[in-house]
């Protein structure tokens, strides 16, 4: 068999890395008993949205994506939505549930806007979602069931020069394996678009890169804002990063360096297999949540001086090529690839390393983002409320 | 390092003293500056307006002439892209 890991098959045909019970609030007005249910069952991961009302066009259709598509991620082996009306509810519960996850619903419509007894309901039906899900087994699952995020965030020179290629040869070396990798933050394309645009797998490919990298770029113009001094940021600039053209060519390296088959949009999952682009924010909150709501059930996240934020849904793994900072921040840094630049290690070496790591990850070994709590999922929107 | 031919900047590996005589690619180079780890340093003389290439491709353009073994940085090079002029 070829290079695989232990995964949890789920009835869609996908395979989670995790066996979560989501607790998914879905609408602002029931976000904090949300996070009580999720809070009193031991085994759920709580993500609770402040929107749900109020939107309209583009704004509600991404909204509705990315909560479809975080219930749907493979790593949710079953999912407690938690809703106001049973309307709405039932919507986003479906389309959940035909993704293949097991879903339970609780409305506030159904106990007449008591928030308590919605607790009390809630808790039961997470609990009991629980312990159903934990009669579940890993079984061995070949490398080409992985949808991995790559992303990076505090970024220094020493990620452009070591973390991130590091990273897009573990890429190449999924991709190549019949996986599926996620590059996202359009605006870190910038001044490498024309390198990536070389890689798209047809014309049209070439050209919705492009066009993303030219509407990213013409936001901040029409706004009259400069992006100098915005992006690269403070710790991009104290790390040796000087502009945008720099950042990004260092940052396009860890999508590796195979043909790019297709440009998705937030939070769209991709139909098939390869690397693709997702056009969507720089901020790496947003844009991880962006991968993981298009199914990506792992993250690669490169940072120089550090960084802690992580998926709440999908292990990250952060690497650091920093010399310093994976021995100064030894409960945060997963993989440590400074080998490469201080001379001890060749990088298809260090790249064979955290390839091996990421399988270990995959099959159940804990990032430090999970020991420790820090991950989150937060949400994308592209327009004002009504 | 130098990381592609065409380039007119490398990378420090380790913090480099001003004054330090260091070898790039076999070529002998006196530091103007000091340069933290992983910055920039010019490995000739970039005139004002000339782009400025890491990875063998521009990352912006200098803002004043630029002379070998100076600290290259936000002080001495801009973005071409993204500007509100432009």
Redesign the interface.
């Known amino acids: 068999m070829a290079d695989s890991f232990l995964g949890f098959r789920r009835a869609g045909g996908n395979v989670g890395v995790r066996n979560h019970v989501l607790v998914l609030g879905i609408n602002g007005l029931a976000g904090a008993a949300t996070r009580r249910i999720g809070s009193a069952v031991c085994g759920t991961v709580t993500v609770a949205t402040p929107y749900g009302r109020g939107q309209v066009g583009p704004d509600a259709e991404i909204h509705r994506r990315q909560l479809i598509g975080l219930g749907r991620n493979p790593n949710v082996g079953a999912a407690l939505i938690v809703g106001v009306d049973r309307k709405a509810l039932d919507a986003i519960a479906g389309e959940v549930a035909k993704g293949g996850t097991l879903v339970e619903t609780v409305a506030l419509d159904d106990v007449h806007e008591d928030a308590l007894a919605l607790t009390d309901i809630g808790l039961k039906k997470a609990a009991q979602l629980v312990r159903h899900i934990s009669n579940q087994r890993r079984e061995a699952c070949p490398v080409s069931a992985l949808r991995v995020g790559v992303e990076c965030g505090h970024s220094?020179?020493?990620s452009?020069?070591a973390a991130n290629p590091l990273v897009g040869k573990v890429a190449d070396r999924i991709v190549d394996g019949g996986g599926t990798v996620i590059i996202g933050e359009t605006?870190e394309w910038?001044?490498?678009e024309h390198?990536l645009a070389r890689r798209a797998a047809t014309p049209a490919v070439a050209r919705a890169l492009t066009e993303a990298v030219a509407r990213r770029?013409a936001y901040?113009?029409s706004l009259?804002?400069?992006?100098?001094g915005n992006?690269p940021g403070e710790e991009n600039?104290r790390?040796?990063l000087?502009?945008?053209?720099?950042k990004s060519?260092?940052a396009v390296a860890k999508g590796g360096s195979r043909p790019l088959i297709g440009v998705l949009e937030h939070a769209q999952a991709p139909t098939g297999t390869g690397l693709h682009v997702m056009d969507g924010p720089g901020y790496s909150p947003e844009s991880i949540t962006g991968f993981v709501a298009a199914g990506a059930q792992l993250v690669f996240f490169t940072t120089?001086p550090g960084n802690s934020y992580c998926s709440a849904l999908a292990p990250t793994i952060k690497v650091s090529a920093?010399?310093q900072t994976p021995g100064r921040l030894p409960e945060q840094i997963d993989f440590d690839g400074s080998a490469i630049?201080?001379g001890g290690e060749a990088a298809d070496a260090t790249a064979a390393r955290l390839y091996a790591q990421a399988l270990a990850v995959a099959s159940g070994t804990a990032t430090w983002g999970e020991i420790l709590g820090e991950g989150d999922e937060v949400f994308v929107r592209v327009g004002p409320s009504l | 390092?130098r990381?592609h031919p065409d380039d007119d900047v490398a990378?420090a590996?380790r913090p480099l003293a001003s004054g330090e005589t260091i070898s790039v690619d076999g070529r002998a180079l006196t530091l103007r500056a000091a340069i933290?780890?992983?910055?920039?340093f010019a490995l000739h003389p970039i005139a004002a307006g000339m782009p400025v290439r890491?990875?063998g491709?521009?990352?912006?353009e200098a803002r004043t002439a630029i002379a070998a073994g100076d600290h290259?940085?936000?002080h001495n090079?801009?973005?071409?892209?993204?500007?509100?002029?432009?």
């Open positions: 220094d020179a020493t452009g020069l605006l910038l001044g490498a390198l770029e901040p113009a009259g804002i400069d992006l100098l992006n600039i790390g040796g000087s502009t945008i053209e720099e060519l260092g120089g920093h010399p630049l201080t | 390092m990381l990378v590996l933290p780890m992983a910055h920039k890491k990875y491709e521009a990352i912006g290259v940085h936000v090079i801009v973005s071409r892209r993204a500007r509100k002029s432009a």
